[in-house]
């Protein structure tokens, strides 16, 4: 990522109604803190989509050129991550049909930041298309999910790469007291 070039980010999140409600605006506003006090101010923009349906994700990629691309929600332990249908419910996504998908744009999208339940399968698939894609290896919690997205953008914000702010988010974890620094797992893409 070049530093003469502001990167884009975007923050798709969805919390279906049927399913026990997360902390999302927090996650946000604690992303958007951290990004605001960053050492190149403006270097960073990041734009969100709330209550996103399957039909928004082309769609706010297509708007936002994003370099990198957060999902907050939730996932299925079969690996599925949950969108929002158009009555506000769970959507599930199979790892294949994003991966498919996320191969169109691997020209653009640089990191998939998967802050969901047993996004890992998500992840692995998207992998094979994007450079950095992260995802988590189990259930996590809310509190873990917001201290690694916290640590992630804050080394971001410090000029830190993706592979050490994945680090410095599982770090924020353990900084947390919480005992699931594990779950974050990244998977980079090996260059032909």
């Known amino acids: 990522m070049n530093s003469d ?22 996650e946000l506003r604690d992303i958007k803190e951290r990004l605001r006090i960053a050492k190149e101010p403006g270097k960073y923009q990041l734009e969100q989509r709330e209550s996103v349906r399957v039909a928004d994700i082309t769609q706010a ?4 050129e994003p370099q990198i691309i957060h999902f907050s929600g939730h996932g299925t332990n079969q690996g599925e991550l949950c969108f929002e249908n158009e009555l506000g419910q769970i959507q599930p996504v199979e790892p294949d049909a994003l991966a498919a998908m996320f191969e169109l744009f691997l020209e653009q999208v640089n990191c998939v930041l998967l802050n969901a339940c047993y996004s890992e399968i998500q992840a692995m698939a998207i992998a094979k298309h994007i450079p950095y894609v992260i995802g988590m290896n189990d259930a996590i919690g809310d509190k873990a999910a917001i201290a690694f997205a916290v640590g992630f953008y804050k ?7 993706v592979e050490e702010a994945y680090k410095f988010g599982c770090v924020e974890i353990r900084l ?17």
């Open 61 to 64: 990629i297509f708007d936002v």
């Open 155 to 161: 080394a971001l914000a410090a000029n830190r790469g």
């Open 5 to 26: 070039i502001s990167v884009k980010i975007l923050f798709l999140a969805a919390d279906p109604s049927d399913a026990s409600r997360l902390r999302l605006g927090q």
């Open 176 to 192: 947390q007291g919480i005992a699931e620094h594990l779950k974050p797992v990244l998977y980079v893409k090996k260059k032909p």
